[in-house]
Nanobody
Framework: QVRLVESGGGLVQPGGSLRLSCAAS????????MSWYRQAPGKERELVAS????????NYADSVKGRFSISRDNFKNTVYLQMNSLRPRDTAVYYC?????????WGQGTQVTVSS
């Protein structure tokens, strides 16, 4: 099993920044891809960004390109999501996801609210 714990969410004003963290533990070897998703009230969960464990290649949703950045620290087994120039439409619960050997693991989520 893989355990994922997100942190770093909170309330921020439009234009502000937050950094989310996702700490992985358990059977973390062979995790091939780590991703951040988000789900706003009344909407489906959507992919925000992903990073591969081998090459470090990244992928972003069009809505966050140029504003968000995903990175990883393999020594700390942690993936980060740096979010800049936040907008009210970025308000959602943000979830971390790990893909390992055809299995998917989710964290419990962290709330991000962008409001003045």
């Amino acid at each position: 099993q893989v355990r994922l714990v997100e942190s770093g969410g909170g309330l921020v004003q439009p234009g502000g920044s937050l950094r989310l963290s996702c700490a992985a533990s358990g059977l973390i070897f062979d995790i091939s891809v780590m991703s951040w998703y988000r789900q706003a009230p009344g909407k489906e969960r959507e992919l925000v960004a992903s990073i591969t464990n081998t090459s470090g290649g990244t992928n972003y949703a069009d809505s966050v390109k140029g504003r968000f950045s995903i990175s990883r620290d393999n020594f700390k087994n942690t993936v980060y999501l740096q979010m800049n120039s936040l907008r009210p439409r970025d308000t959602a619960v943000y979830y971390c996801k790990a893909f390992r050997r055809a299995s998917v693991y989710w964290g419990q989520g962290t709330q991000v609210t962008v409001s003045s």
